[in-house]
């Protein structure tokens, strides 16, 4: 069993950046993948970004790209997400969660792979 505790949210201003962190009990094994979410109000939860944590691959949906930046401390268990130039339209609560085993890498962004998660930290940036 896993458990996520995210933490790094708060209001910022438009174009203003966040490091969101997300500190995990017990034990992520190599095969783990590690993401975040975002859930907007009234919206589904995306995909925002994924770490592989043997291999430490990296990816991202296409609207963060260039933007933001995962990355994981595998000695503290703690991944973290470093978000500049964030739009209002970004405002979302976002979640941390984690993977045991997904067998492709085309399906890192469903979150219905996903099982364990947070409860997530909001993040709400204004214009």
């Known amino acids: 069993q896993v458990q996520l505790v995210e933490s790094g949210g708060g209001l910022v201003q438009a174009g203003g950046s966040l490091r969101l962190s997300c500190a995990a009990s017990?034990?992520?094994?190599?095969?783990?993948?590690m993401g975040w979410f975002r859930q907007a109000p009234g919206k589904e939860r995306e995909f925002v970004a994924a770490?592989?944590?043997?291999?430490?691959?990296?990816f991202y949906a296409d609207s963060v790209k260039g933007r933001f930046t995962i990355s994981r401390d595998a000695a503290k268990n703690t991944v973290f997400l470093e978000m500049t130039a964030l739009g209002p339209e970004e405002t979302a609560v976002f979640f941390c969660?984690?993977?045991?085993?997904?067998?492709?890498?085309?399906?890192?962004?469903?979150?219905?792979?996903?099982?364990?998660w947070g409860q997530g930290t909001q993040v709400t940036v204004s214009s």
């Open positions: 969660a984690a993977a045991q085993r997904i067998e492709s890498r085309r399906n890192v962004f469903d979150k219905e792979l996903y099982d364990f």
């Open positions: 017990g034990t992520i094994y190599s095969s783990y993948y």
């Open positions: 770490v592989n944590w043997r291999a430490n691959s990296k």
